[in-house]
């Protein structure tokens, strides 16, 4: 079975300063990793994902995340924060042959001005 | 097709009543998902269909709670003779299969049990 920890349940940053939010899974098998954004009151947006290939993945908004494997990570970061990306942010798995999801407990970025 | 729609957004009730929520894929997608997602915690997976078959249902996380895909389009989800633990933001989410980077989510059911 799948876990996905999240280990910083809130993160304040300054705007304009780079953030990395961290995530680290257990699978037994061969995963895809995704990172989703909650802003109050809407449904997950995708913010980018890694299903195989380069292990540094570009995203929207200028979010990237890195896999590594070996460490079983797959954090996230931005190098320069707006005020918009004030939100939740959830770090998922999906087995390698389905899409069922397994989440995070999530990480709640806000962005101080 | 903009999305992943659900209705209602927001349902308050009563203990003791029956709730039933609706959601509408994107229309080409084939796979729906349901997700209950608690305050402060991650969204939890209950069940998936393709096409009108449940194919995992084993998650629902009581008997009270069913959920319906008739004509492989539309999805339902019931909950009857709901508990105040009931109360929780139920997201619905369709994809195509085999392809997991394209799941997309709907802005979900707030439900609150009085």
């Known amino acids: 079975a799948q876990s996905v920890t999240q280990l910083d349940s809130q993160v304040p940053v300054f705007e304009e300063a780079p953030v990395e939010l961290r995530c680290n899974y257990s699978?037994?098998?061969?995963?895809?990793l995704f990172w989703y954004v909650q802003y109050p009151n809407q449904g997950l947006q995708l913010l980018l994902k890694?299903?195989?290939?380069?292990?540094l993945v570009k995203g929207i908004n200028g979010f990237e995340a890195e896999f590594n494997k070996s460490q079983t990570s797959f954090h996230l970061r931005k190098p320069s924060v707006h005020i918009s990306d004030t939100a939740e942010y959830f770090c998922?798995?999906?087995?390698?042959?389905?899409?069922?999801?397994?989440f995070g407990t999530g990480t709640s970025l806000t962005v101080i001005p | 097709d903009t999305g992943v729609s659900q209705d209602p957004r927001h349902k308050i009730t009563k203990r003791g009543q029956n709730v039933t929520f609706r959601c509408d894929p994107i229309?080409?997608?084939?796979?729906l998902y349901w997700y209950r997602q608690t305050l402060g915690q991650g969204p939890e997976f209950l069940t998936y269909?393709?096409?009108?078959?449940?194919?995992?249902k084993s998650r629902l996380l009581s008997d009270r709670f069913s959920a319906e895909r008739p004509k492989g389009s539309f999805s339902t989800l019931e909950i009857q003779r709901t508990e105040q633990g009931d109360s929780a933001m139920y997201l619905c989410?369709?994809?195509?299969?085999?392809?997991?980077?394209?799941?997309?989510f709907g802005p979900g059911t707030r439900l609150t049990v009085l």
């Open positions: 989410a369709s994809s195509f299969a085999g392809l997991a980077g394209g799941t997309f």
């Open positions: 699978s037994s098998v061969s995963v895809y």
């Open positions: 890694y299903l195989s290939g380069s292990t």
């Open positions: 998922a798995v999906s087995e390698d042959t389905g899409n069922q999801f397994y």
């Open positions: 229309s080409e997608h084939n796979r």
């Open positions: 269909f393709q096409n009108e078959a449940q194919l995992e």
